[in-house]
């Protein structure tokens, strides 16, 4: 998500706590032995919060639809499905960038 906002409306959903959630991941560790252990599976909670939930607080906002092949290549993971790697080739493919 793109967003933008004016600075009053930012202090103001700031005095504001925001719900979390949770979410079952995989999160790498280092061991008893001090040794470290990437995880191959879902190990760990992460709790987070979404700018999303404060959207009700908000007096008035608008929403720009677009495509999302022309506007949005997102960047939520360190690889695969939504990573930097992810996110340039959308960009490429989108402004014609052969290798």
């Known amino acids: 998500m793109c967003?933008?906002?004016h600075i009053q409306v930012l202090e103001e959903?700031?005095?504001?706590?925001?719900?979390?959630?949770?979410?079952?991941?995989?999160s790498d560790y280092l061991d008893e032995n001090g040794n470290w252990v990437v995880?191959?599976?879902?190990n760990a909670y992460k709790f987070e919060t979404f700018l999303f939930d404060?959207?009700?607080k908000i007096d008035t906002m608008a929403i720009m639809?677009?495509?999302r092949e022309e506007?949005?290549?997102?960047?939520k993971n360190?690889?695969?499905?939504?990573?930097?790697?992810?996110?340039r080739a959308l960009y490429k493919a989108f402004y014609g960038i052969k290798e």
């Open 3 to 5: 967003n933008m906002f």
């Open 13 to 26: 959903l700031g005095k504001n706590k925001l719900p979390y959630h949770k979410a079952f991941k995989k």
């Open 39 to 42: 995880a191959e599976k879902p």
């Open 54 to 56: 404060a959207f009700s």
């Open 65 to 67: 639809r677009v495509k």
């Open 71 to 75: 506007e949005f290549a997102p960047v």
């Open 78 to 87: 360190a690889e695969g499905t939504d990573s930097p790697e992810t996110a």
